[in-house]
């Protein structure tokens, strides 16, 4: 059974730092592109950064470009999202997924597409 697990979220003043993490387990082959997006209270969930596993091609939200750095350790199974110069809009449910090629239908272009599991979420606050 595929599960992906976050953990790192919490509580921070603005201009503070968060290393969001993912581990993945339960699939035998990698994944095509693993993401991290997020939903804020009364929003639609949003796509905030994705990789590709086999090149490492990394994708942005125009909100986070230059704060945030997605990365993956292929070894541990774990993705990453350090988080930089907090701000109190970055405050939102933050879940990592991950294409695996089981054919899902959940799209975020220009990130991630056919995303075929979905981590529980880790909450991120940001106060001013």
């Known amino acids: 059974q595929v599960q992906l697990v976050e953990s790192g979220g919490g509580s921070v003043q603005a201009g503070g730092s968060l290393r969001l993490s993912c581990a993945a387990s339960?699939?035998?082959?990698?994944?095509?592109?693993m993401g991290w997006f997020r939903q804020a209270p009364g929003k639609e969930r949003e796509g905030v950064a994705s990789i590709y596993t086999a090149d490492g091609f990394t994708t942005y939200a125009d909100s986070v470009k230059g704060r945030f750095t997605i990365s993956q350790d292929n070894a541990k199974n774990t993705l990453y999202l350090q988080m930089n110069n907090l701000k109190p809009e970055d405050t939102a449910m933050y879940y990592c997924?991950?294409?695996?090629?089981?054919?899902?239908?959940?799209?975020?272009?220009?990130?991630?597409?056919?995303?075929?599991?979905w981590g529980q979420g880790t909450l991120v606050t940001v106060s001013s």
């Open positions: 339960g699939y035998t082959y990698s994944s095509y592109c």
């Open positions: 997924a991950a294409d695996l090629g089981y054919g899902g239908s959940s799209t975020f272009l220009p990130f991630c597409s056919n995303l075929d599991a």
